[in-house]
């Protein structure tokens, strides 16, 4: 069973920045893709990055151009960075992960995962 620990999350102002990471128990980590995602109070949880074994990335457009996704395999560890942040970026902040293969797709989709973390809040103020 991997488990996934996010952290990093906190409150900013608007504009600020925070840097998020997701260190994974996982011994095959180098091999597994890499998820973000967020849920805001009353809404669905929603995709915002992912990081491919390779080291693609691919974001979803409300973040891209504001937020990098990068991964050290050696530390088992994901990270996002959050530049220029909105308050409309508010939410608990979830990183997931799943085995794959080197030529998969990018995986955006909550059931393509299997493990979870316990979320980190980001809140930014106005």
């Known amino acids: 069973q991997v488990q996934l620990l996010e952290s990093g999350g906190g409150v900013v102002q608007a504009g600020g920045s925070l840097r998020l990471s997701c260190a994974s128990s996982?011994?095959?980590?180098?091999?597994?893709?890499v998820g973000w995602f967020r849920q805001a109070p009353g809404k669905e949880r929603e995709f915002v990055a992912t990081i491919t074994r390779p080291g693609n990335t691919y974001y979803a457009d409300s973040v891209k151009g504001r937020f990098t996704s990068n991964r050290d395999n050696a530390k088992r560890t994901a990270i996002l960075q959050l530049n220029s942040l909105k308050p409309e970026d508010t939410a608990v902040y979830y990183c997931?992960?799943?085995?794959?293969?080197?030529?998969?797709?990018?995986?955006?989709?909550?059931?393509?995962?299997?493990?979870w973390g316990q979320g980190t809040q980001v809140t930014v103020s106005s």
């Open positions: 997931a992960s799943r085995d794959t293969i080197l030529t998969a797709p990018y995986y955006t989709r909550v059931n393509e995962y299997h493990y």
């Open positions: 996982g011994r095959t980590f180098s091999r597994d893709a």
